[in-house]
């Protein structure tokens, strides 16, 4: 996902179909069903918005302990609030679990560089909704935190920038193969619809 380039708008357009029609009936089970229009006009556009901003922060590193941030929080979360399950990634589930690492006197885990720039990535991306945490995230890291003061140093990026392009490979009977990596697709649309459902 983060050594390729992101996935284009019509890739996205083409898997989020591919999912909702062909697993309508998985959907349906637990309550979810979308019509192409819904596709289109409501789940796409929020697809487009939140997939970036997913891939960003999945691709986050800490450069000293060189692991993925994701990989570095959630284990750090699990050692003080126990295994996580999928309903502890929800946005107001994960701000409970701060207060819990705060609470259980752990908030420099919860203030990490890591978290400061996933905060960041996210403030920058949806300023309206997550400033109704800056109360919370000041209270639990203090002000510098929010103002992005130095304890985001020793994070990097590793997402390659550009959109991510199958290429053709001719095979040993003349013809074209297309090779195509699910993976950059796959993992951050599967944050986005696990946020939709």
């Known amino acids: 996902m983060c050594a390729q380039g992101t996935c284009s708008d019509e890739s996205l357009t083409a898997v989020v179909t591919n999912v909702t029609t062909g697993c309508s009936e998985d959907l349906a089970g637990i309550g979810f069903s979308v019509s192409q229009d819904d596709i289109a006009s409501t789940i796409m556009p929020l697809v487009q918005k939140v997939y970036p901003v997913a891939r960003e922060v999945s691709c986050l590193k800490n450069d000293t302990t060189n692991q993925l941030c994701a990989v570095q929080t959630i284990t750090d979360?699990?050692?003080?609030?126990?295994?996580?399950?999928?309903?502890?990634?929800?946005?107001?589930?994960?701000?409970?679990?701060?207060?819990?690492?705060?609470?259980?006197?752990?908030?420099?885990?919860?203030?990490?560089?890591?978290?400061?720039?996933?905060?960041?990535?996210?403030?920058?991306?949806?300023?309206?909704?997550?400033?109704?945490?800056?109360?919370?995230?000041?209270?639990?890291?203090?002000?510098?935190?929010?103002?992005?003061?130095?304890?985001?140093?020793?994070?990097?990026?590793?997402?390659?920038?550009?959109?991510?392009?199958?290429?053709?490979?001719?095979?040993?009977?003349?013809?074209?193969?297309?090779?195509?990596?699910?993976g950059p697709i796959l993992a951050p649309v599967s944050i986005v619809a696990y946020f939709l459902l």
């Open 77 to 182: 979360l699990e050692s003080i609030v126990g295994t996580l399950s999928t309903s502890d990634f929800s946005f107001l589930n994960l701000m409970n679990d701060v207060e819990q690492l705060v609470a259980a006197g752990a908030d420099d885990l919860a203030c990490t560089g890591c978290v400061q720039e996933a905060f960041s990535i996210a403030r920058d991306a949806f300023p309206d909704i997550v400033a109704n945490a800056d109360s919370t995230v000041s209270g639990v890291c203090g002000e510098d935190f929010l103002a992005g003061s130095s304890a985001s140093e020793g994070v990097s990026q590793t997402a390659v920038d550009g959109v991510f392009a199958a290429t053709s490979q001719n095979d040993t009977n003349g013809g074209s193969t297309w090779h195509a990596i699910s």
